[in-house]
């Protein structure tokens, strides 16, 4: 680099030390964002720019006006990002002064372009402690804050799970240790993992953090207990760490964060990671797969932050009956009074995003449309108190209770705001006329100065008798007047040449250098004022974020609940009775999200029930695709929307409370752990069987099939056995080893179901009923032609079916049909050479 840069180069080497090591440090230079040294190759190689080199130094850069698409691809990827911002206007032979301006991470964006509307985007903390681990989780974007203690690695995991982090910071010294130990689970991580300073993760450290940010004098409020207490210790930490992190490292205004909620494990029904995958309650097995997720059948939301809580709901089910109880009675309102529903539901679709808005508002990045919004959100908010406030149900009428209309401030931006003003800040345009009697005048007079020029350029056409001459206005040389090279004789003595083109040139009077002065002078005056009020109608909404906040969330429940009214009267889902007894029955029961697919066979209904006294393990079989798998999936779906509060599809439902939900079903390897088949399967099975309880649901589909058929069928047999007499949790154990039937004989409380298929000839017909009863047949020849499998296999397979079937097989275990055909063979080969029909060895 040349001299004149190098105290630039000093300027950046001070800049990077002063943001964290792993930031990618986008340096502002002129119209572009440079990189140098090691961040411009990893820039170039995400980004696919140009890496450069000036006097041997690395970089590579994008426009500044680009910026924010290069940078949300860097998020994407799990990079930390530092803006560093020119704050003067460059001067000859000065270096600018540059500021880091803002710290971006992927658990930390507020870019509602690089968000998904229906999706937290949160930032989550560990902390080891002795009794286990604290978590702790914030929304930026929401300001939702959680904490919670857990006591082993694999809760830690579930819990990451359920919230599905974009970044986890733990503390300095930590993060291989934790990786290794209990984050991954030899699993790739799916989220970002940095460490900050240790000693914010410090008991002593986190309890002033706390209580300094939420201005309290103690966190008794919060349910956290001081730095000497145990019960609360790794939440303390965890939460204290996160906070110190974003306002510390990402310098990131907390502002909206009012309140921490401490989790209570206790309070939901548990599911695992291979039950939330398995059972596709968000995400799709496949990805592309479409709409097949429990989340896309169930929601009936208008509102992005409904649409988020659907989520949090659904990977959180409730255990307490009485919440359980609130939810249902507002969704029963909902599905009974339609016309209702629908007039709610209508002004529940004119709220905006209001949760992520008034972020954007506290980090200083809102702008005038979202204001506008805000004040589309509060207009609805008057009606929707107001047809709740005597509300027959108690839990909409306390529901209703929680929303403030705030109609002062709708007020000021109605009479303030433009209505559609630009998203720029500082181009003017904002603010609505007659708002601001100085604002009026510097507008009048930019209006009057525009008039004036008209008025010149027709007074100067007729003065000089040039027709086509202009006044016209450039940034750099101001107004003008631009006559054509043709009419350059007819230009007076007092114009002042200024600049000479290739088909005209321009002048300038004294006349219009006067008049240019007060013009620009008025324009640039108006839009730093239009300015100045913007900021004050942006921080008028700060003194009510937390009543804001609080409406904001209770509209979100009151959507979720009333879109679950709307869909059990659109699919007819009935009330599940939700009680503490041992009992599980589903009536005619579907598949939520099978029913709701557009193509295929219509579905057909099902019966099941459970009883912890007298029917608690459930012996399934049948052949392959005749609906096993979907149907045992089915009543833990089921299962898990009534602990929800949402209505169900069936036309009886009851369900004891449970207190886990397990799945194994399919099968996979894992080669990121060099694990075949059926050691994830049976990794599965062992977690289920070490924290499965009398209260669990456990969903079982082909235990064994990974290994040879004896081994297969011993572990089965055991794995059932114990289920049923060591812990009692109710069964649903689909399978191809018909001999397990046998256990519906040898155990108490255990029935033999079956799906039900019709024969015709050598075909088959899958009725998908499940009946009483086992079965011997798998039907799998029939289902192989089925796959499409080439004649010849089939006939094959029939064959050797049919010798096994017998067993017709030597001492070395191998079918005698086998050597029946080798001899065949043999035969017609010694014909062939004996060629006693003088053929040519024909035969």
Known sequence: MSDVLTPMMQQYHRLKREVPPDALLLFRLGDFYEMFFGDAEIGSRLLDLTLTQRQGTPMCGMPYHAAEGYIAQLLKAGRRVAICDQMEAPKPGQVVRREVTQILSPGSILDAGQLEPKKNNFLASVAPVASGYGVAALDLTTGEFFAGDFLTAEALRDALGRLSPAEVVVAQGQRIDLETSALSNGERLGYLLVEHDAWSFSADAAE?????????????????????????????????????????????????????????????????????????????????????????????????????????????????????????????????????????????????????????????????????????????????????????????????????????????????????????????GLIRAGYNATLDELRAASVEGQEWLADLQRREQERTGIKSLKVRYNQVFGYYIEVSMANLGAVPSDYTRKQTLANAERFVTPELKEMEAKILGAQERSRQLEYELFLDLRAAAVPHLRPIQETARALHEIDVLVGWGALAQERDYVLPEVNDGGLL???????????????????????????????????????????????????????????????????????????????????????????????????????????????????????????????????????????????????????????????????????????????????????????????????????????????????????????????????????????????????????????????????
Request: proline share 4%; net charge positive.
């Open 208 to 428: 002033h953090t706390l209580r300094d940010h939420f201005k309290t004098a103690s966190l008794d409020g919060f349910g956290l207990a001081a730095a000497g207490g145990d019960d609360t210790r790794g939440a303390l930490c965890a939460a204290g760490g996160l906070l110190h992190y974003l306002g510390h490292e990402l310098r990131r205004s907390l502002g909206h964060v009012h309140s921490l909620r401490l989790w209570q494990r206790e309070d939901v029904l548990i599911l695992d990671a291979v039950t939330r995958r398995n059972l596709e309650l968000v995400d799709p097995l496949r990805p592309g797969a479409g709409q097949t997720t429990l989340l896309a059948a169930v929601d009936r939301t208008v509102t992005a932050g409904g649409g988020r809580l659907l989520r949090q709901w659904l990977l959180a089910p409730l255990r307490n009956l009485a919440a359980i109880g609130q939810r249902q009675s507002v969704v029963a309102w909902a599905r009974a009074e339609q016309q209702e529903r629908l007039a709610l539901q209508e002004r529940l679709r004119q709220v905006r995003d209001v949760e992520r808005l008034v972020a954007r508002l506290v980090q200083g990045s809102g702008n005038a449309r979202d204001l506008i919004a805000l004040r589309v959100s509060l207009e609805q908010l008057p009606a929707l108190r107001d047809a709740l406030a005597s509300h027959a149900v108690p839990a909409l009428r306390a529901l209703g209770e929680k929303i403030t209309p705030l109609p002062e401030l709708a007020g000021l931006y109605v009479r303030a705001l433009a209505d559609d003003p630009p998203i720029v800040l500082k181009e003017g």
């Open 585 to 843: 029955v589903f009536e005619e029961a579907r598949h939520p999200v099978l029913e709701q697919l557009p193509a295929g066979e219509k579905f057909v209904p099902n019966d099941v029930r459970l009883d912890t006294e007298t029917e608690r393990l459930v012996i399934l079989t049948g052949p392959n695709m005749a609906g096993k798998s979907t149907y045992i999936r089915q009543v833990a779906v089921l299962a898990l929307l009534a602990h929800c509060g949402c209505f169900v599809p069936a036309r009886r439902a009851v369900t004891g409370l449970l207190d886990r939900i397990f799945t194994r079903v399919g099968a996979s390897d894992d080669l990121g752990r060099g694990q075949s088949t059926f050691m994830v399967e049976m990794n599965e099975t062992a977690n289920i069987l070490n924290h499965a309880t009398s209260r669990s649901l456990v969903i079982l589909d082909e235990i064994g099939r990974g290994t040879s058929t004896f081994d297969g069928l011993s572990i089965a047999w055991s794995v059932a056995e114990y289920l049923n007499t060591t812990l009692r949790a109710r069964t649903l154990f689909a399978t191809h080893y018909h001999e397990l039937t046998e256990l519906a004989r040898l155990l108490p409380a255990t029935k033999n179901y079956n799906v039900a298929v019709r024969e015709w000839g050598e075909q088959i017909v899958f009725l998908r009923k499940i009946v009483p009863g086992g079965t011997d047949k798998s039907y799998g020849i029939q289902v192989a032609r089925l796959a499409g499998l080439p004649a010849p296999v089939l006939k094959r397979a029939k064959e050797v079916l049919r010798e096994l079937e017998e067993e017709q097989l030597d001492d070395a275990g191998t079918p005698r049909l086998a050597k029946a055909k080798q001899k065949k063979e043999r035969a017609r080969e010694v014909l062939r050479e004996l060629d006693l029909f003088g053929r040519g060895g024909e035969t």
